[in-house]
Antibody, heavy 122, light 107 residues
Framework: QVQLMQSGAEVKKPGASVRISCKAS????????IHWVRQAPGQRLEWMGWVNTGNGNTESSQKFQGRFTSTRDTSASTAYMELSSMRSEDTAVYYCARWGILSGSVGAFDIWGQGTMVTVSS | EIVLTQSPGTLSLSPGERATLSCRAS???????FAWYQQKPGQAPSLLIYGASSRATGIPDRFSGSGSGTDFTLTISRLEPEDFAVYYCQHYGSSLTFGGGTKVEIK
């Protein structure tokens, strides 16, 4: 069955970095881009960026440029997201999501990971 | 950057009633990369509608999407108990953005 499985909850101190993994199964990993979306408590979903699992290219939202990095290990069918210089406002649930091509060129997030809670606290 | 504004913020309805959720874009957008998601408490979002009007696999036909340009609508024709949740619209253009969500709660 097609799924994305994320790593577990993290607690980080301000200024630290966090690395979250997202392991894909049930499909050809390199055929779909993985995006990262976060949700602070009680807040809307917020797009962070993506990694092209085929060639490793990445792009981030302007808000996270300089702090967001996403990589992939094709041998492990796993994408990674690292957020650096974390602050309390980065406390959120972080999701990976697959950008599926559903009809022709039409796409959307068709598979989501279960989410990883990251708490930033001194 | 395109801003998506959803209304109302909360919709209080009874099972069996019709729900109409709105998403307005700050400028005209293509419906090709416009989608709706449902999120239940403690869960990841799940895809309902893509391409503004196509239902995702397994989504019942009581869910329908419509709209173009700046105004998009998600309609739930008859609310089932499992439909009470938060709904988000999303667009992917030069950047990717989500609306603020509409909570559909039991009246």
């Amino acid at each position: 069955q097609v799924q994305l499985m994320q790593s577990g909850a993290e607690v980080k101190k301000p200024g630290a970095s966090v690395r979250i993994s997202c392991k894909a199964s049930g499909y050809t990993f390199t055929s779909y881009t993985i995006h990262w979306v976060r949700q602070a408590p009680g807040q809307r979903l917020e797009w962070m960026g993506w990694v092209n699992t085929g060639n490793g290219n990445t792009e981030s939202s302007q808000k996270f440029q300089g702090r967001f990095t996403s990589t992939r290990d094709t041998s492990a069918s796993t994408a990674y997201m690292e957020l650096s210089s974390m602050r309390s406002e980065d406390t959120a649930v972080y999701y990976c999501a697959r950008w599926g091509i559903l009809s022709g060129s039409v796409g959307a997030f068709d598979i989501w990971g279960q989410g990883t809670m990251v708490t930033v606290s001194s | 950057e395109i801003v998506l504004t959803q209304s109302p913020g909360t919709l209080s309805l009874s099972p069996g009633e019709r729900a109409t959720l709105s998403c307005r874009a700050s400028q005209s957008v293509s419906g090709t990369y416009f989608a709706w998601y449902q999120q239940k408490p403690g869960q990841a979002p799940s895809l309902l509608i893509y391409g503004a009007s196509s239902r995702a696999t397994g989504i019942p036909d009581r869910f329908s999407g419509s709209g173009s340009g700046t105004d998009f609508t998600l309609t739930i024709s008859r609310l089932e108990p499992e439909d009470f949740a938060v709904y988000y619209c999303q667009h992917y253009g030069s950047s990717l953005t989500f609306g603020g969500g509409t909570k559909v709660e039991i009246k």
